[in-house]
């Protein structure tokens, strides 16, 4: 479904990217990784859409750091052989990328979109907006080095769009929050403009708030499926999988379904400017390891009992604190792991079998 006319422009390509490929394979050419099935990837290139195996090198190098892991919206270079198999012979440098907290008893990441401009998150304005997970996404968003943004899908279902808005910026600080529908199509001329003729969109959002819907809007077709649920609760049509979608006019969307859960990964640069309000207001604290929760001359409570500071945004910002901290020390034991491991490999193999002495 992709427009036979599309250059690697259109997707993001420049000079830099450019200049990175060159250190790679001579015979390869670049492309962008639209979508990831079981280790084969769809990758947008000069001559079309291509599924690429991974090569040796790639392998190597996921091996020792899963990270690496081609994901959408990767920039890679792929080889074609000559006995037939094309593969993706390296992922370039992500410049932005959202990754998120994998299952509970690790501390690896997982990418789920790279290379992005602007991140969207979409939150529906029926029923209201969780204001706490909207502040949970945006510190995704920020911490992925794109402009953050919140799109405020299904304006049409309520009266009051104007009011839950204001309340969606006080929690949005520095973000552009755009209500949208793709109902009437107010604010979908917004999104384009603020992707351009180059620029990425991913966005980020649970089920059923309109991502796939936003993104046939931008699209101007049919190429998500929707959700639709049948009367009997049955025949839910909701993909999972995350795409890169070009867009006519140049630009792309990147849908990520099928997110329910978000934990947070490294966060701090992420909390600190989802939270700029609170951040300023802890700089003023007696105690600079103040916890903001019953010392004297905090800042951060004299605001609260002011009104100047929401409750609900302060045990927010204090609950992905407390989260970010905990994934903090739990890479640290990681790295702890790592080395002792590596010691003990090195101690092996210095502790060579001695021969017994008589
Ligand atoms: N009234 C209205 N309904 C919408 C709008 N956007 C999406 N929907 C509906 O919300 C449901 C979920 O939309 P979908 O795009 O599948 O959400 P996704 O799970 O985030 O991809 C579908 O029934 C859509 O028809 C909108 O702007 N207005
Ligand atoms: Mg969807
Ligand atoms: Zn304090």
Same mark, same amino acid.
């Given at each position: 479904?992709?427009?036979?006319?599309?250059?690697?422009?259109?997707?993001?390509?420049?000079?830099?990217?450019? /200049?990175?490929?060159?250190?790679?394979?001579?015979?390869?050419?670049?492309?962008?990784?639209?979508?990831?099935? /079981?280790?084969?990837?769809?990758?947008?290139?000069?001559?079309?859409?291509?599924?690429?195996?991974?090569?040796?090198?790639?392998?190597?190098?996921?091996?020792?750091?899963?990270? +690496?892991?081609?994901?959408?919206?990767?920039?890679? #270079?792929?080889?074609?052989?000559?006995?037939?198999?094309?593969?993706?012979?390296?992922?370039? !440098?992500?410049?932005?990328?959202?990754?998120?907290?994998? &299952?509970?008893?690790?501390?690896?990441?997982?990418?789920? &979109?790279?290379?992005?401009?602007?991140?969207?998150?979409?939150?529906?304005?029926?029923?209201?907006?969780? +204001?706490?997970?909207?502040?949970?996404?945006?510190?995704?968003?920020?911490?992925?080095?794109?402009? !953050?943004?919140?799109?405020?899908?299904?304006?049409?279902?309520?009266?009051?769009?104007?009011?839950?808005?204001?309340?969606?910026?006080?929690?949005?600080?520095?973000?552009?929050?755009? /209500?949208?529908?793709?109902?009437?199509?107010?604010?979908?001329?917004?999104?384009?403009?603020?992707?351009?003729?180059?620029?990425?969109?991913?966005?980020?959002?649970?089920?059923?708030?309109?991502?796939?819907?936003?993104?046939?809007?931008?699209?101007?077709?049919?190429?998500?499926?929707?959700?639709? #649920?049948?009367?009997?609760?049955?025949?839910?049509?909701?993909?999972?999988?995350?795409?890169?979608? !070009? +867009?006519?006019?140049?630009?792309?969307? #990147?849908?990520? !379904?099928?997110?329910?859960?978000?934990?947070?990964?490294?966060?701090?640069?992420?909390?600190?400017?989802?939270?700029?309000?609170?951040?300023?207001?802890?700089?003023?604290?007696?105690?600079?390891?103040?916890?903001?929760?019953?010392?004297?001359?905090?800042?951060?409570?004299?605001?609260?009992?002011?009104?100047?500071?929401?409750?609900?945004?302060?045990?927010?910002?204090?609950?992905?604190?407390?989260?970010?901290?905990?994934?903090?020390?739990?890479?640290?034991?990681?790295?702890?792991?790592?080395?002792?491991?590596?010691?003990?490999?090195?101690?092996?193999?210095?502790?060579?079998?001695?021969?017994?002495?008589?």
């Amino acid at each position: 479904m992709t427009a036979p006319t599309i250059t690697l422009q259109q997707l993001g390509w420049d000079d830099a990217w450019r /200049r990175q490929a060159s250190a790679y394979a001579e015979d390869g050419v670049p492309g962008r990784v639209a979508r990831v099935d /079981r280790g084969i990837c769809s990758v947008l290139t000069q001559e079309g859409v291509v599924r690429a195996s991974w090569g040796a090198e790639l392998l190597d190098a996921v091996g020792a750091d899963p990270v +690496l892991t081609p994901c959408t919206g990767d920039w890679g #270079i792929v080889k074609h052989w000559p006995d037939g198999p094309t593969t993706v012979e390296a992922v370039l !440098p992500r410049r932005t990328s959202v990754v998120r907290a994998t &299952a509970v008893g690790t501390s690896v990441g997982q990418v789920l &979109a790279a290379n992005l401009d602007v991140v969207a998150v979409v939150a529906a304005l029926h029923p209201e907006p969780n +204001l706490s997970r909207i502040e949970r996404l945006l510190t995704l968003a920020w911490q992925s080095g794109a402009r !953050p943004m919140v799109t405020l899908t299904k304006a049409d279902l309520v009266g009051d769009a104007d009011l839950v808005a204001e309340d969606v910026r006080a929690a949005a600080p520095g973000a552009e929050v755009v /209500r949208c529908s793709t109902v009437t199509g107010a604010g979908i001329d917004f999104v384009r403009r603020a992707i351009g003729p180059h620029g990425t969109l991913a966005l980020l959002g649970a089920s059923g708030h309109g991502k796939s819907s936003l993104t046939n809007a931008l699209v101007g077709a049919e190429v998500l499926t929707v959700r639709a #649920i049948r009367a009997d609760g049955k025949g839910r049509h909701t993909s999972v999988r995350r795409e890169l979608l !070009p +867009l006519p006019g140049g630009g792309c969307v #990147i849908d990520t !379904p099928g997110l329910r859960g978000v934990g947070l990964q490294q966060a701090d640069s992420g909390l600190a400017a989802a939270f700029p309000d609170v951040v300023a207001l802890a700089a003023a604290c007696r105690f600079t390891d103040c916890t903001h929760q019953h010392e004297p001359e905090c800042a951060v409570l004299r605001a609260v009992e002011t009104g100047e500071l929401g409750v609900r945004r302060l045990e927010s910002w204090l609950r992905l604190q407390r989260e970010a901290d905990w994934m903090a020390t739990r890479s640290d034991a990681r790295l702890r792991a790592e080395q002792h491991e590596k010691w003990k490999q090195l101690s092996k193999q210095h502790r060579t079998p001695r021969r017994a002495h008589p």
